[in-house]
């Protein structure tokens, strides 16, 4: 069962666009959700969370953008970059036990020069 | 921040062999857990190391197939046992500081022939 479901499953966008990547969730427990970024040969790392008390956060060019009531959240990356063209994984985790993340099945973006 | 570093990176092994997998956190984390990753896939959690007790395994992965140490709050192996070709994969390290906030090493990729 697929807890997190994330699209699109690729992304290309032109230099200087925004790119937006989707997740929605099922688990009403889930009260953390991360995204993470992941370079071909490294493992994923730590891009921005959320939590649900909050509606957007911001940091720098990343935005989380969460609706509770819609059980969805977003990922909005301004002025994309080359550098940026990587898979990007949202997840989240439980309010108990031992919060391991759950993961959606990854967005690929490319981002052209 | 935590640094997690694994070894070895990669591994070419023969079917029926075993091969541990080692993680050190440059510093203290409250969780550490074991993922696998399909090339091009999203991420599986394995199991939960607990430092000084049994692993914590997901449906689908046993103990005796996957043996997880925890000797102390930075350091973790993970052993894949009597391999076979669909074992082929990438295994990460996560260790998690605070609440929430986890952190990925860089994956071990194992090849199984």
């Known amino acids: 069962q697929q807890q997190v479901k994330q699209s699109p499953q690729s992304l290309i966008v032109q230099k200087g666009g925004i790119s937006i990547i989707n997740c929605a969730y099922e688990?009403?427990?889930?009260?953390?959700f991360p995204w993470y970024q992941q370079f071909p040969g490294k493992g994923p790392a730590l891009l921005i969370a959320?939590?649900?008390?909050?509606s957007e956060k911001k940091e720098g060019r990343f935005t989380i953008s969460f609706n509770k009531s819609a059980k969805q959240f977003s990922l909005h990356i301004m002025d994309s970059q080359p550098g940026d063209s990587a898979t990007y994984f949202c997840?989240?985790?439980?309010?108990?036990?031992?919060?391991?993340?759950?993961f959606g099945s990854g967005t690929r973006l490319q981002v052209q020069p | 921040s935590a640094v997690i570093s694994q070894k070895p990176s990669r591994d070419i092994c023969q079917r029926g062999t075993s091969l541990t997998i080692q993680c050190q956190v440059d510093?203290?984390?409250?969780?550490m857990f074991w993922y696998r990753q399909q090339p091009g896939q999203s991420l599986t959690l394995i199991a939960t190391?607990?430092?000084?007790?049994?692993?914590?395994?997901e449906s689908g992965f046993v103990i005796d197939k996957f043996p997880i140490s925890r000797p102390n709050l930075t350091f973790s192996t993970l052993t894949v046992s009597n391999m076979s070709p669909e074992d082929s994969s990438i295994y990460l390290c996560?260790?998690?500081?605070?609440?929430?906030?986890?952190?990925f090493g860089p994956g071990t990729r194992l090849t199984v022939l």
């Open positions: 997840a989240a985790s439980r309010d108990t036990g031992r919060r391991a993340l759950t």
């Open positions: 959320i939590r649900p008390d909050v």
């Open positions: 688990n009403t427990a889930f009260d953390y």
């Open positions: 996560s260790g998690r500081q605070g609440i929430d906030t986890q952190y």
């Open positions: 190391a607990n430092q000084g007790s049994e692993a914590t395994y």
């Open positions: 510093s203290q984390v409250t969780m």
